[in-house]
């Protein structure tokens, strides 16, 4: 492979708490500036210091953003992982590697580039201390030259991040220029290369978990409770921040919002339903160890009907799992998760633009459907960066559903807390403080009637539920409708949701040459609405590609449509690492292979 | 539906104590839950309270049933078990015009709910937190709580070897601005400090020992009517007077002390053996301490800090409740929007 324009990506391997992120961002961002559209993945251990990290930054004129699983240009600064990082580096590529480190037996088909790093930077920074931190920024001067990024898009990049620290800029640009010079003095160019284009000109680049915060202030979020975990946190702490700058008053210092850091998650999921109860619009933010702890509440939620907004940020699974690697293993217990006849209703965010609206309309819905509400995303849509279109201003105003006011209760001069009155299984409440003499209610989990009275009787009991599953019907009529896009003729469907979204639209390219022509759906929430049973019945095959080991969407998919389970198949990835293209075009095209065969 | 006779009266705010009752009770007849109930009723009537000003909260047991029984026009939110205070956090900050009153039981507050427990005191969150303390999970018949005194006999023999939990001293050490011990055979002690609680800006934990007659009313038991009878040693008389009455309590001098809450009520503390001051946490602790040495429950306004904080001061909040904000006050102009996008916006043409 020589000449590669805008089609590659870089991998950079560091100790974590090596101050590397500005690093990698800066490369990031000054290919982004060139217009060249750009996604960076950050492969980081469960750990503050000390623990080997990567970063790697795929180059694609084409948009494309998901993982690639090979590398082109390695930058190996970590002597623990330098052997195996450059082992994975195949012909053709190149190394950047800090002169001194382990290295295996390398083929000469690779191009390495063995540089002093210590001895770039050393006059650079006095204080041995920092040069740690700076040494990172002469790689970056390395990679933009021999890939050929404009020096004044690194400047400018790096200025973004370090401005307000003059000091600090000033240090750093040294140490980029020092990387810049050394480079053009002794290497070549690389055959991957940067051209500038326009296709990144009015994009944003944001993270999932920032992009979410967003959309839950505009959603007028008034109440926040969580408790710290990765791969979520960064989600609270996103809305914290724009809350302290947006909606708390400058002149008074007072807030429209409350946020509680609690104790634990299930103190953080009942605090939202004490505050959604009053009528706020509550949400919490958590991952799989925190999920597990909101259950009981959660089945509270759905029997008690109160609306509650809950994000979860998948990670890897089960018990502590693998704390920052992502994944899509929670789906099946979010959808039925605690005891009892329970079912949820379920977001399920591909782009960080969802990640925004979702935001909003978690909130809508949550009320609306008097429901807990799931938003699930994962640590690769959250944690990551990713290049999109600028959020549109919400232009509807807000669903806050059926509450009654006093002015209400005096026009109808009735209230029974859960009859259907519309016949849409969604019933009527009040707030607590409402002034009028029929607005109180109590609220219970335990067995109640239409009036909200306490009883055992197994007609109501069931009449209840039924009524519950009534309202999940409605709901399959107002969440968001999944994307689909036909191939004319095609026998083979694709149906995919959260970040297995990127990887699939790579996937089709790579199969369509190959005469397999494949339609597409991406679900965006549960329940399923009605053209998720067309995509099915309209193809002969429908491959459910998904981010876990049991097939959990496909078993949705058969438990909702059992008549049409056979012709469902499962492409799978479980590892922790973000899914790529290539493995879904092979899992495909393995089992496209055996019906060929059987046939 | 009512429990009590109404006498037909109507307090400062025209309603008769009828309109403070609840549901019929179907705990055991008898049951030291239903006399607390009563107080809380009579407490809530005499204090004029508005009930739909008021939202009650329980967590899971015979004594968190309770909530259903008074205050029948407010609302009410009979939790998980364990986990009322974290709905009393939820509902504070959603509605800080709400008053908050809380029924949880030995085993909800003591045990699977100490952390929250724990919590909703550190935070200051101004509910009033009634512990109904039977010494024994009623509601899934008789086994030992965490308040269990030790030598304490169950109905099956078995005697507690564990050292109890003592809420109120778990509440003075996290710096509860209002600590109370109560029986809820003694209506005359127990309503003041309801009233009390009820003007307190903070959380106001009253541990009422409230017998279990099914389960814990046996020889042997410590927490029977006859051994609490017995062993009730009550630091002080307490008299409520509420700010918006201007009377002044009769004592001769030197026998009483006063503390006068933030909503300007007075608490008058006549005392009794001797001269108890609710301001002295440590002291506090060692009455509590030698009560337990000496088989003693001693009873009364354990510790008062009237001044203390309570979370909205913390979180700075706006006026009106959180909860009924119109979409101007918490939607963002589009402006806001569009400079958050400029600033993510550094792509190249
Ligand atoms: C998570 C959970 N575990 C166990 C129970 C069963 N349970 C119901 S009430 C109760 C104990 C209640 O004891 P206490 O709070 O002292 O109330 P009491 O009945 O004595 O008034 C238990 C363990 C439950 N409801 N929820
Ligand atoms: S079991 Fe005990 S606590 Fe429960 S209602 Fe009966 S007497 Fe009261
Ligand atoms: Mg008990």
Known sequence: MSGTINDFSIHVATVNGSGSQTANTTLMRAIFQMG??????????????????????????????ARRRANDVLVAMNP???????????????????????????????????????????????????????????????????????????????????????????????AVRAGMEYAARNLGSSPFRVERRDRTAGKILIEGNDAAALGAMFGGITFLSWY?????????????????????????????????????????????????????RAMTTTSGPGLSLMTEFTGYSYYAEIPAVIWDIQRVGPSTGLPTRTSQADLLSVAFLSHGDTKHVILLPATVEDCYEYG?????????????????????????????????????????????????????????????????????????????PLAGCFTRGSGHDERAKYTENAETYARVMDRLAKKYETARTLV???????????????????????????????????????????????????????????????????????????????????ALATKLRSVLHYDGLPIDAQTIVDQIKNREREGVLAR | MSTVESNGDKNRIGLTLNEYKGAKSTLCPGCGHDAITGSIIQAAFEAGIAPHRVAKLSGIGCSSKTPAYFLGRSHGFNAVHGRMPSIA???????????????????????????????????????????????VYGLTKGQFSATADVGSKAKSGRVNELMPIDVCALAIELGCGFVARSFSGDPKQLRPILRAAFSHRGTAVIDVISPCVTFNNHEGSTKSYLNVKEHDAPLHDITFVPHYENIEVDYPPGETREVTLHDGSRITLRKLEEDYDPGDALRALEVIHRGRQEDKFVTGILYLDPDKDSLDADLHLVDEPLATLPLERVRPPKKVLDEVMSSLMTGGA
């Not at chain 1, 590697?97 to 390495?112: H, M, Q």
């Not at chain 1, 302290?244 to 634990?264: H, L, M, N, S, V």
């Not at chain 1, 690769?380 to 807000?398: A, C, H, I, T």
């Not at chain 2, 809380?102 to 009033?128: E, K, M, W």
Request: aromatic share 8%; glycine share 8%.
């Open chain 1, 36 to 65: 060249v559209p750009v996604s960076g993945k950050n492969l980081f251990p469960s750990n503050i210091a000390g623990l080997p990290t990567w970063f790697t930054i795929r180059v694609s004129d084409r948009g494309y953003l």
């Open chain 1, 80 to 174: 623990e992982t330098s052997v195996e990082d450059i082992q994975a580096m195949g012909p053709g590529s190149v190394i950047v590697l800090n002169e001194g480190l382990p290295t295996p037996a390398i083929p000469s088909d690779r191009t390495v580039y063995k540089i002093p790093f210590q001895k770039l930077v050393e006059p650079l920074v006095p204080d041995a201390k920092f040069r740690k931190l700076v040494v990172n920024m002469v790689y970056v001067g390395v990679v933009a030259s021999i890939v050929g990024i404009d020096p004044d898009e690194v400047e400018r990049a790096l200025q973004a991040q370090l401005g307000r620290k003059p000091k600090a800029l000033e240090t750093n640009l040294a």
């Open chain 1, 228 to 280: 710290p975990i990765t791969p979520s946190s960064s989600l609270a702490e996103a809305l914290q921040g724009y809350l302290e700058r947006y909606r708390r008053d400058p002149k008074t210092g007072r807030a429209t919002f409350g946020i509680i850091q609690a104790e634990d998650e299930i103190a953080a999921i009942g605090m939202v339903l004490g505050a959604s109860w009053c009528g706020a």
């Open chain 1, 360 to 436: 909003m309309e978690s909130f809508d819905l949550a009320e609306r459907l008097q429901a807990p509400v799931f938003v699930l995303s994962d640590l690769d849509l959250g944690m990551n960066v990713w290049m999109s279109d600028p959020f549109r201003y919400p232009e509807k105003p807000w669903d806050r559903g059926k509450v009654l006011t006093a002015a209400d209760l005096t026009r109808i001069g009735k209230f029974e807390r859960y009859r259907d009155v519309d016949g849409d299984g969604i019933p009527y409440r009040t707030l607590p403080g409402t002034d009028h």
């Open chain 1, 480 to 562: 968001p409708p999944p994307v689909v896009e036909r191939a004319r003729g095609a026998e083979i469907g694709i149906l995919a949701f959260g970040t297995s979204h990127w990887a699939v639209l790579e996937a089709r390219d790579l199969l369509t040459p190959q005469g397999l022509e494949t339609s597409y759906l991406l679900l965006k929430a549960i329940p399923f609405s009605k053209e998720v049973r067309a995509f099915l019945e309209s193809h002969d095959r429908v491959y459910v590609v998904e981010q876990n080991r049991d097939g959990q969407m496909a078993a949705l998919l058969k438990m909702e449509y059992p």
């Open chain 2, 89 to 135: 956090t939820g509902v504070f900050v959603a509605n800080h015009g709400l008053t908050m009153l809380g029924v949880s039981g030995d085993g909800d507050t003591a045990s699977i709910g100490l952390g929250q427990f724990l919590h909703l005191v550190r935070r200051n969150v101004p509910l009033v937190h009634i512990v109904e303390n039977n010494g």
